[in-house]
């Protein structure tokens, strides 16, 4: 599966993005997608994800601020982030996996929010 996101950017604190995920290969090998996001120093942290049932859950420091969704017929992975803070700086990644289990990434793309 290859995985190519989209979306980043800069923007003041309180601002929004959107960032996208379009999937491609094997899709049928996964059932569940989503943005985890590294920021400098640290280690990489589930954001959000979605099962292909549309099942969602996200991290507790997001919850509220963002949304994510999914477009089954272009094969794209979206989040919706509002309400963004500098806190959230970082680089998000777009993962696709099996049963939870993270098989795939995409390339990343930096968030940077600027107070």
């Known amino acids: 599966v290859q995985l190519q996101a989209s979306g980043g950017g800069l923007v003041q604190a309180g601002g929004s993005l959107r960032l996208s995920c379009a999937a491609s290969?094997?899709?049928?090998?996964?059932?569940?997608m989503g943005w985890h996001r590294q920021a400098p120093g640290k280690r990489r942290e589930l954001v959000a994800l979605?099962?292909?049932?549309?099942?969602?859950n996200y991290a507790d420091f997001v919850k509220g601020r963002f949304t994510i969704s999914r477009d089954n017929a272009k094969n794209t992975v979206y989040l919706q982030m509002n309400s963004l803070k500098p806190e959230d700086t970082a680089v998000y990644y777009c993962?696709?996996?099996?049963?939870?289990?993270?098989?795939?990434w995409g390339q990343g793309t930096q968030v940077t929010v600027s107070s």
């Open positions: 993962g696709a996996g099996y049963n939870y289990q993270w098989r795939n």
């Open positions: 290969g094997r899709i049928a090998s996964t059932n569940v």
């Open positions: 979605i099962t292909s049932g549309g099942i969602t």
